[in-house]
C-alpha cells in the first residue's frame, strides 16, 4: 500500500510543480471546515456484534500547493452502539496528500490520509435486572493509513460543500482491517 501511495505522489508532484508556471492567483490558498461521518465499522476481534453503522465528527484544513496538489491535516470521531449499549469509538487525527482537479465549480481530489489515533470499546457482557454491569474494557492506538476521495462543489468563492469517501486501514490488537467505508459531507471555508 505504502509503494502505490508513495508512486501516486510522484506522480502528481512533478505536475504540481509545472503547474507553477500557470495562473493560480484565483486558486485558494487554503481550505478548512468541519464534517459529518457515517459509515461501517467492522472491528476484527473476539467480540460479539461489533460491526455496524456508526457516527462521527471531524475537521480539516488544507493547502493549495500548485494547481494540482494541496497538504492538509484532518482529524476526527468515530462511534457506534451495539449489544447491550455497548459502546465502540475511535479518534484520529492525520496528515492528507491529495491531487487536486478542478472543473466548472467543482473540485476531485483523490488521495490518501497517513496518522494515528486510538480506540476505545466498553463491551457489556451482561445486564442483570438489577442493573449491575459486567462488562470488558478495550483500549489501545493504532497508525493509520487510508485511500480518500474527495468531491467539492464551490457555492461561492469562499464556501464549498465537500463529500469525502475513505477506507481507513489499521491494525488492531495484531488484526488488520479495522474500520470500513466511511463517507463525510462537510462545508469547507477557502480564502
Given amino acids: ?38 459509515g461501517f465499522i467492522n472491528l476484527p476481534v473476539d467480540i460479539e456484534g461489533l460491526n455496524g453503522w456508526g457516527l462521527g465528527i471531524g475537521g480539516r484544513i488544507y493547502f493549495n500547493i500548485g494547481r494540482y496538489f494541496r497538504l492538509g491535516k484532518l ?17 484520529y487525527s492525520g496528515f492528507t496528500f491529495e491531487g487536486a482537479f478542478r472543473f466548472w465549480r ?38 493509520l493509513i487510508s485511500p480518500s476521495l474527495s468531491l467539492e462543489f464551490r457555492v461561492s468563492p469562499l464556501i464549498s460543500f465537500t463529500l469525502v469517501a475513505d477506507y481507513p486501514f489499521v491494525e488492531v490488537e495484531g488484526r488488520n482491517n479495522f474500520g470500513g467505508p466511511k463517507i463525510a459531507f462537510g462545508i469547507i471555508f477557502t480564502k
Avoid: Q
Avoid at 4 to 32: C, D, E, M, R
Avoid at 107 to 134: E, H, M, Q, R
Fill in 106 to 143: 467543482f473540485t476531485l481530489a483523490p488521495g490518501a490520509i497517513v496518522g494515528w489515533g486510538g480506540y476505545y470499546v466498553l463491551d457489556k457482557l451482561t445486564v442483570s435486572d438489577n442493573g449491575f454491569i459486567t462488562a470488558r474494557e478495550y483500549n489501545g492506538n493504532f497508525f
Fill in 1 to 38: 500500500m505504502f509503494k502505490i501511495i508513495f508512486t501516486l505522489f510522484l506522480i502528481i508532484i512533478p505536475f504540481s510543480l509545472a503547474s507553477s508556471k500557470t495562473n493560480v492567483s484565483k486558486l485558494p490558498i487554503y481550505g478548512g471546515g468541519m464534517m459529518v461521518s457515517t
Fill in 75 to 91: 482529524g476526527g470521531n468515530f462511534s457506534m452502539d451495539y449489544k447491550n449499549g455497548s459502546k465502540f469509538e475511535y479518534y
